[in-house]
């Protein structure tokens, strides 16, 4: 298991967020600039440095980084606990995408996030489950996410697709969540990567499992989503609508490896 983002992509993003220029942040760290870059694009740094420092400069935690640099990795409960969740990983070129499957055991009754690149295993574990599609959850709209509605569309009768601006946070009530079967899921809005940016939470796991959060792009493990829209609205957002959640939920990230409330508060240095 590795991480979605390398040390490289985590400074390179805090760079940008804070507004530091690479020339400022090698040279306060004593190295050429083709060092920084060559640090920046491979994760690997070409000679000791201080950490502690170099987070400082970019507007990093110092002691959470300093975990990343020991090669923490977070810790998990295995999938199998949620019993009726399912994770599917397609890739195209280098761009490995996660899409989440969820039922209930009694009704079959089921909802997907996202799509990922191709939906012919959601569509064969849906049918050899004898699962009824109901809804189709998108974090957002980016491509990675969303390349398979079409033919979703065109295979599932009465596939209904949800996505920001609908449903609206209020679409969704806040007290009793949209059912799927005895499953309910809420809708957080975690706009900055992507202005249509949205997180599902989902409870109501038939073994009393914790909260389970699909979260897009919103966060990775021990990173940030890119701020394509705002990097400030992007790190406020999952300050305010993910990191609030109990310690136990498990966040399902867009890509790299699961992980927890707890583990990010814990060792994610962007908070």
């Known amino acids: 298991m590795t991480l979605e983002d390398h040390l490289g992509d985590i400074v390179r993003k805090a760079r940008a967020m804070n507004g530091v220029r ?13 060092e920084w870059e060559a640090f920046e694009q491979s994760g690997r740094m ?3 440095v201080d950490w502690k420092a170099l987070a400082e400069r970019v507007g990093l935690n110092p002691e959470k980084l300093e975990s990343l640099v020991r090669g923490w990795l977070p810790r998990v409960p295995p999938l199998e606990t949620w019993q009726v969740l399912r994770r599917f990983t397609t890739q195209e070129g280098d761009n490995c995408v996660h899409a989440y499957l969820v039922w209930d055991p009694e009704t079959l009754e089921a909802a997907l996030f996202d799509t990922g690149w191709d939906v012919s295993e959601i569509l064969e574990v849906a049918e050899a489950q004898g ?3 109901r809804y189709l ?4 709209g980016h491509p990675d996410h969303v390349a398979g509605v079409g033919r979703l569309q065109d295979e599932v009768e009465g596939l209904e697709v949800r996505a920001h601006p609908k449903p609206a946070p209020r679409d969704l009530p806040d007290e009793e969540g949209l059912p799927v079967g005895r499953l309910r899921i809420w809708c957080r809005p975690t706009p900055g990567h992507a202005p249509d940016g ?8 038939p073994n009393g ?10 966060i990775f493990a021990g990173s940030l989503g890119r701020g394509n829209q705002s990097w400030e609205l992007a ?3 999952v300050r305010d609508q ?14 790299g490896p699961l992980t927890t409330v707890a583990e990010e508060k814990a060792h994610n240095p962007f908070f």
């Open 22 to 34: 690479a020339s400022d942040a090698a040279r306060a760290l004593g190295l050429a600039e083709a």
């Open 46 to 48: 070409p000679r000791q």
């Open 131 to 133: 699962l009824k599609l």
């Open 137 to 140: 959850f998108l974090t957002h």
């Open 198 to 205: 949205v997180t599902y939470v989902i409870r109501g796991w």
């Open 209 to 218: 499992a914790p909260p389970v959060a699909v979260v897009g792009d919103a």
């Open 235 to 237: 790190r406020q957002a």
């Open 242 to 255: 993910i990191l609030t959640l109990p310690p136990e939920t498990l966040i399902c990230p867009g890509h």
